[in-house]
């Protein structure tokens, strides 16, 4: 007989969570503090070759402080599974639009069927998952109930009992435990199948291929590089034994590195380092780009094949800065750690949902479908994660959808985070957004701005073009911009570069003033 509590055990405990601010915290970031598994669990399917190049990257001399050793624990099985999932993961071709028997009027209505895989799902969950079988137990929902008809889920539920969310059929000797700060509130651990996490690499490498990018196995270059800049990070290289390749083609090797000056030994290491090898990919977030933009015009000579951007919102700005300064494609995704990538673009217009197990919705307040190109509260389904499978999460980010006849659904105006409005001084209230087509209008790369309580606004801006004669011009027309917004003056802080931000995304838009941000 089963209770109200049954539940898998807490999951166990893998790669130690993210950085976290506070000084008392960092001892876990001590080098190598954490080790449970040799290399040979860690990679099973690492050969002699592979083993041999992760080690000249792990030891060259001009390496950072490694804080982590990191594997994909992958089996052979899961590197075919995985390989199978890519090809489901194809975009349609142009004959297979035109043979879609999907009608205009299916795809934009707001009650637009969901895949068969979702109501497979529904059923599923109401079977193994804790939560979804306590609710069959009251009556209140069962394995027939249509998604539209379950209360979404949010952030703060998986916080409160994540185990809730844990299918009691999924072993869990494979368990990886991940972290999300999100944009507020204390960070949430979640149970990751390593499956999920590989699946990123592979997802990268078709999403390039689709952009025109040959991305092959270099012995002399690392893949992939995720890079990151911030106080305390970890750092670790691994070998991404689930990359794409032909027989023959050398396992590639990937390391996170942390730009910060205290995360290398000696002065020079850090270019030293990456200009030896050179990443084929670089998968980094906004600031961090912005970093690296600033180390090449200082002489570091990369040589990417591809950018990838995430975690945060990528400014058109940064963008140009990028491509002025590497001839390559840059990626932008979209996605929570809780969901994984739910949707991406290569350039600044509205986002495609990726053709995997992700089903989008824009739910209104009172958590109703939003109808096609309305903005909502962008909401997601998906059972990419064995570990963690979702109805209805609430991402907290607004946007419109729109969905088009060939099935493709597009993410119009996302803006990440809640929405924060600012109160001009005749009492009404504008958008966070209005803010945005200013800043980016007039070249902020990346901003903090805040109403405090008695109305007074602050804007700290790092121009695209740096803090030159040009970019101090570019921060003081944005801020008169925003001052003729709201009607009120602006106190503008220009930085000098990423750094300034402490090594954390900004958080774009705060207000002590509008209920709704609080």
């Known amino acids: 007989m089963t209770t109200d509590d049954e539940t898998h055990g807490g999951p166990a ?23 449970a598994l040799d290399d040979a669990e860690r990679w099973p399917t690492l050969d002699a070759a592979g083993a041999a190049r992760l080690a000249a990257v792990s030891d060259d001399p001009a390496a950072p402080t490694w804080v982590h050793r990191a594997g994909d624990r992958l089996l052979p099985a899961d590197v075919a599974a995985l390989h199978e999932a890519a090809r489901r993961w194809r975009r349609p071709t142009a004959s297979e639009v035109t043979a879609s028997e999907v009608t205009a009027s299916e795809a934009t209505a707001p009650d637009a069927a969901p895949p068969a895989w979702v109501s497979a799902l529904v059923a599923r969950a109401h079977e193994q998952v804790p939560r979804y079988r306590r609710l069959a137990r009251a009556g209140r929902s069962g394995p027939t109930t249509p998604l539209r008809d379950l209360a979404p889920v949010d952030r703060e ?29 204390a960070a949430l651990r979640i149970p990751l199948h390593p499956l999920f996490v590989a ?35 970890f750092t670790y290289p691994s070998a991404m034994t689930a990359f794409p390749r ?52 200082a002489g570091l000579d990369l040589h990417p094949v591809a950018l990838v951007s995430g975690a945060a919102h990528l400014t058109p700005a ?37 053709p995997r197990h992700v089903w989008v919705e824009a739910l209104d307040p009172g958590g109703a479908p939003c109808a096609d190109g309305v903005p909502g509260e962008l909401t997601v389904t998906t059972d990419e994660n064995p570990y963690l499978p979702l109805l209805r999460y609430r991402t907290g980010d607004q946007g419109a959808l729109r969905r088009r006849p060939d099935g493709t659904v597009e993410i119009h105006g996302l803006e990440g985070r809640a929405p924060v409005r600012y109160r001009h001084r005749d009492g009404t209230w504008r958008p966070s957004v209005d803010a945005t087509q200013v800043l980016q209008g007039h070249g902020v790369a990346a901003w903090e701005l805040h109403q405090a309580a008695d109305g007074a606004v602050r804007l700290r801006a790092l121009p695209a073009a740096g803090r030159t004669a040009a970019g101090e011009a570019a921060a003081r027309a944005a801020a008169t911009a925003v001052g003729r917004l709201l009607d009120r003056d602006v106190r503008l802080d220009v930085v000098d570069g990423p750094v300034a931000f402490g090594g954390r995304k900004p958080r774009r838009f705060t207000s002590d003033l509008d209920p709704v941000a609080s």
């Open 246 to 297: 032909e027989d023959g083609e050398p396992v590639p090797v990937m390391a996170r590195v942390n730009l910060d000056d205290g995360a290398w030994r000696r002065p020079g290491d850090r270019e030293r380092f990456l200009a030896a090898w050179d990443p084929q990919v670089l998968s980094s977030s906004p600031l961090p780009l912005l970093r690296l933009v600033e180390l090449a015009r």
């Open 199 to 233: 699946g990123d690499v592979v997802l990268i490498h078709r999403l390039l291929a689709e952009a025109g990018v040959d991305w092959r196995p270099a012995v002399d270059r690392l893949g992939l590089a995720n890079v990151v800049d911030q106080r305390a990070a």
């Open 318 to 354: 940064v963008r140009r800065l990028v491509a002025d300064t590497w001839d390559a494609p840059l990626i932008d995704l979209y996605g929570l750690r809780e969901t994984g990538a739910v949707a991406t673009r290569r350039d600044d217009g509205p986002f495609v949902v990726l």
């Open 157 to 185: 539920d998986l916080r409160r009992r994540i185990a809730d969310f844990v299918p009691l059929d999924v072993p869990l000797d494979r368990v990886l435990e991940g972290t999300s700060s999100g944009s507020t509130g």
């Open 13 to 35: 405990a893998a790669p130690p969570p993210d950085p976290v601010r506070a000084e008392a915290v960092l001892g876990e970031y001590a080098p190598l503090s954490a080790l």
